[in-house]
């Protein structure tokens, strides 16, 4: 069982930049392929950025692309996903999650059911 714990949200004006930061814990978390996702308020969960086990294949959602960057230590248990250029639509809570049943793939994944570990999320808000 994998437990996912998110940092490194917070509040930042327009243009700027945060690095947010994923903890795992409890299983194999190196070997599952991670994304990031995001809820804004009134909002359903949407896709942020996604890796693969080994960090070979990324991909983003068309409104991040270009601002923001997943990575992962390779061989541990933390991801993380850099966001620069921040704008005021991009308030939300993130989550990180892992995909537990896709184990070694080095697929990344845009849709919320292929993932199983969630983290509780962090707050990021971008103001104008």
């Known amino acids: 069982q994998v437990q996912l714990v998110e940092s490194g949200g917070g509040l930042v004006q327009a243009g700027g930049s945060l690095r947010l930061s994923c903890e795992a814990s409890?299983?194999?978390?190196?070997?599952?392929?991670m994304g990031w996702f995001r809820q804004a308020p009134g909002k359903e969960r949407e896709f942020v950025a996604g890796i693969g086990w080994s960090d070979i294949n990324t991909g983003y959602a068309d409104s991040v692309k270009g601002r923001f960057t997943i990575s992962r230590d390779t061989f541990g248990n933390t991801g993380y996903l850099q966001m620069n250029k921040l704008k005021p639509e991009d308030t939300a809570v993130y989550y990180c999650?892992?995909?537990?049943?896709?184990?070694?793939?080095?697929?990344?994944?845009?849709?919320?059911?292929?993932?199983?570990?969630w983290g509780q999320g962090t707050q990021v808000t971008v103001s104008s």
């Open positions: 409890g299983g194999a978390f190196r070997i599952y392929p």
């Open positions: 999650a892992a995909a537990g049943n896709w184990p070694y793939s080095t697929m990344w994944y845009d849709r919320t059911s292929e993932y199983n570990y």
